[in-house]
């Protein structure tokens, strides 16, 4: 069987453009509009309604990508069962994961996985929890680290991670003065209300722990500010333009020892999981990275629960 022809169907119709698809594949456009008109000559029907500003799939070329994306994923299975039985010499493994997640999760997992699996090829994707959820079900990675809520019920999932949830102020900040003055480690978060924020853009997991907290305070926030990245989103808040939120591992990348401008929000977590398909094949490959993982993010989450920190907290 010829599973390019399966892929470049699938890359067709996800891209609604033969141009796109062959820039990305490498092969000239002609060549690939030929391709496909022999296969629909050969199977005796139209896989695609073109138009000269758009592609889209007929009846029959929607059943052909389904049946097309199974045929995939069942090569994909035999392929790392075979790999299993070889001894997992070789394989590959595509995992992914949030952009902020990754950049703190994955200097501590691959190398430790490279060393045990050194030919064990491995890709990542990064991107929004949502877009991976998409990508799991597509099969497009075999894994994903992704944060709660998942949105969809067709994934089994562990948990790997449960981390705080803090406010970033800037360092001589009314409420850390406030709190230096009257010698408080609490505040209620309702002194806020006429503060300016810097918060998630829409759609990031994020954006959902912000809204709740707002949601318990009971006010509307004056948002000056929304952004994708985390890391950013604390410079700002800590340079001065106004207050934000980050979960605990953003914190601890930082690695300092200024911590009067951080305020722990009382039971606000953020939780990350590591999912995949129910009923799928899991390569021995695979099965090591799940367990590093936990017993990694394990490790990492006993080290600063025990920092000895006392942190200033804020109820809402």
């Known amino acids: 069987m010829d599973f390019h022809q399966l892929e470049y169907v699938i890359a067709i119709a996800e891209e609604k453009s033969i ?11 002609p060549s690939l509009s030929q391709y496909i008109i022999r296969l629909e000559n050969n199977l005796g029907v ?24 199974s045929i995939l994923n069942l090569n994909k299975q035999l392929k790392m069962e075979l790999s299993d039985i070889a001894g997992s010499k070789k394989g590959r493994l595509t995992i992914g994961i949030p952009n902020q997640a990754g950049r703190h999760i994955l200097p501590l997992i691959l190398p430790q996985f490279h060393r045990q699996f050194p030919q064990i090829e491995i890709d990542i994707e990064e991107d929004v929890t949502m877009q991976l959820e998409e990508m799991l079900i597509n099969g497009k990675i075999d894994i994903a680290i992704l944060n709660l809520p998942i949105q969809h019920d067709k994934f089994l999932y562990e948990t790997i991670s449960v981390e705080r949830i803090f406010l970033v102020a800037p360092e001589n900040h009314s409420i850390c003065l406030r709190v230096e003055s009257e010698n408080q ?67 601890w990348l930082l690695n300092t020892n200024k911590y009067d401008n951080y305020f722990l929000i009382d039971d606000m977590t953020f939780t990350l999981v590591i999912a995949y398909r129910p009923g799928e094949y899991l390569s021995k490959a695979t099965r090591e990275f ?25 109820y809402t």
């Open 19 to 29: 141009s796109k698809v062959a820039k990305k594949l490498y092969i000239s456009q």
């Open 46 to 69: 139209k896989l695609f309604d073109r138009t000269a500003s758009s592609i889209t799939l007929t009846f029959a070329g929607e059943q052909y990508i389904k049946t097309a994306k």
């Open 185 to 251: 480690h609490e505040l209620h978060f309702s002194c806020l209300q006429n503060e300016n924020f810097i918060i998630s853009k829409q759609g990031q997991r994020m954006r959902l722990i912000e809204d709740e907290i707002f949601q318990r305070a009971q006010f509307k926030p004056n948002i000056i500010l929304e952004i994708e990245n985390l890391d950013t989103a604390h410079r700002i808040a800590a340079a001065g333009m106004g207050l934000t939120f980050v979960p605990e591992n953003v914190i």
């Open 290 to 314: 799940i367990t590093i993982v936990k017993k990694t993010m394990d490790l990492n989450s006993r080290m600063r629960i025990n920092n000895n920190r006392i942190y200033r907290k804020i």
